[in-house]
């Protein structure tokens, strides 16, 4: 893996962070940042973060991002276009966070392949668990900003990571990397960061199941 030119997949998370930070240590070079947003473009897919925030942490990696607006049924053609645009700048190797869910692998595989993308998944088979703790051990500082009120309380949103967290959820029966769907993060700063993002969190937004966080910059 030394040596090759990857674009990453970024949702702002700490899986994305963590394969990002795993594909450094293996000597990969990064050269693109890919972010899936909303057809409007103004919020990124599922963890629901500002493009402003999202180009902030991106600046602090100090590699281009690239954005693709899409409906989930525009989302596999948007996702190519995304992969063609990459390979035609000579990026032979995508970066995942998926950890152990073999349909998202199998999708992500079959439709880089389709771009001669080699995909590459840093966090495969690690125990979800090991994920969070490697996470902390290694300085990241992450945030709750979405939790599924069907699986786990709304109380959680807004909360930083931490060990204690994690020991609260697991004795609570959540998953506490929330690889099932049951919260997001946004990662603010760690390794792989220039100098911290400086965020806001607001107060919570209930939506349907789910009660969002928003996330902004910090006015200066």
């Not at 973060?49 to 281009?64: F, I």
Request: glycine letters at 8%.
């Amino acid at each position: 893996m030394k040596n090759v030119h990857f674009v990453a997949s970024w949702s702002g998370g700490k899986d994305s962070a963590m394969a990002y930070y795993r594909a450094l240590q293996l000597g990969m070079i990064p050269k693109k940042i890919l972010t899936m947003f909303e057809e409007d473009g103004e919020i990124s897919k599922s963890h629901a973060v500002p493009l402003e925030v999202v180009q902030a942490q991106v600046d602090k990696l100090g590699v281009p991002l690239l954005t693709k607006p899409a409906s989930w049924s525009s989302y596999e053609k948007q996702f190519i276009d995304a992969m063609d645009a990459c390979r035609a700048k000579g990026i032979t190797h995508g970066v995942f966070g998926d950890i152990d869910l073999e349909g998202h692998l199998e999708w992500v595989k079959t439709t880089c392949a389709k771009s001669d993308i080699i995909a590459v998944h840093p966090l495969w088979k690690m125990s979800r668990k090991s994920v969070v703790e490697e996470l902390l051990e290694a300085g990241f500082e992450s945030w709750i900003i979405v939790v599924n009120t069907t699986m786990m309380p709304a109380s959680y949103v807004g909360k930083r990571l931490t060990k204690e967290l994690v020991e609260e959820l697991e004795a609570a029966g959540i998953d506490a990397c929330g690889e099932n769907g049951e919260f997001h993060t946004i990662v603010v700063d760690g390794p792989i960061f220039s100098e911290r993002v400086p965020i806001s969190i607001s107060a919570p937004v209930e939506k349907g199941h789910y009660v969002f966080s928003p996330v902004s910059l910090e006015e200066k």
